[in-house]
């Protein structure tokens, strides 16, 4: 939390908005003197809109490859947000973590609604025990957002990347067998997230979208069906109580931790 409470002090308002939040290459694998390209996305379903590099909204981009890391730069403004050069050939892991933002609600059931489509548990029971009005209170949201891109070869192993919240694909999709699923591991600050709704977002290649949920098992991981040719966002999100430090710095009666990871599957 102490870490969480720092990040606040440079916070600025992003889009007002409980959407999912994610990264998308428009190619998850790339030749060895390729461009690693990507698009920052805020939207519903895999489809949403592209927002362009702007520092003041996130507190790290970072991309990494074995034992390389750099921070991801480009032109203010610019789109795609992410346009670099790999660190090498072999798997890629670009990182994104966003400062604090706020949404507000004016209406119980919008909260409601998006309490029990992203399974929170005893939501209600916690908000009435803390005496919280059920209308007019205040979300802050983090975003934890990654993808992973195949440079060349693609080979190697995704690994944590230090965000607070983050899926670790146990698989390579770009060199693994997936004909019994990609398996993901869930973490929550140092330890693994048991019986985690995991929502999985399938975009085919005529882009249409299916939707599947997923629970993650004692160890934190889950199993998902992928398909060749396909892409995916898998998608978690933690509720919980803010400190009392950062729900005064923040004026928040709720907190969410936003976790993210969108790969390919090759045909």
Do not use: C
């Not at 983090?142 to 670790?168: I, P, Y």
């Amino acid at each position: 939390m102490r870490i969480l409470a720092a990040l606040f002090a440079f916070a600025t308002a992003l889009p007002a908005s409980s959407h999912e939040f994610w990264i998308e290459p428009p190619a998850y694998q790339i030749e060895a003197d390729g461009i690693i390209r990507g698009e920052l996305v805020n939207g519903q379903e895999f489809i949403g809109s592209q927002l362009a590099y702007l520092p003041q909204r996130f507190e790290r981009f970072t991309v990494a490859s074995g034992m390389r890391q750099a921070n991801v730069e480009n032109r203010l403004g610019a789109r795609p947000a992410l346009d670099i050069a790999p660190l090498a050939e072999g798997l890629h892991a670009i990182s994104y973590q966003s400062r604090l933002s706020t949404i507000s609600y004016a209406e119980w059931e919008k909260f409601v609604n998006f309490a029990e489509h992203k399974d929170f548990a005893d939501y209600e029971d916690l908000h009435d025990a803390r005496g919280l009005p059920r209308e007019g209170f205040t979300e802050g949201y983090w975003r934890f957002a990654k993808t992973l891109v195949g440079v060349g070869h693609s080979a190697g192993n995704d690994f944590r990347t230090g965000l607070a919240t983050e899926f670790v694909a146990l698989d390579n999709p770009y060199t693994a067998d997936l004909t019994n699923g990609l398996r993901v591991q869930l973490y929550f600050l140092d330890d693994t997230l048991a019986d985690g709704q995991v929502e999985l977002f399938e975009k085919a290649p005529n882009g249409t979208v299916d939707i599947t949920l997923h629970r993650t098992n004692e160890d934190g991981i889950a199993v998902l069906p992928v398909k060749a040719g396909h892409s995916y966002l898998v998608d978690h999100v933690i509720l919980r109580e803010p400190s009392a430090q950062l729900a005064q710095q923040a004026d928040i009666e709720w907190e969410t931790l936003w976790a993210a990871l969108t790969f390919g599957v090759p045909e």
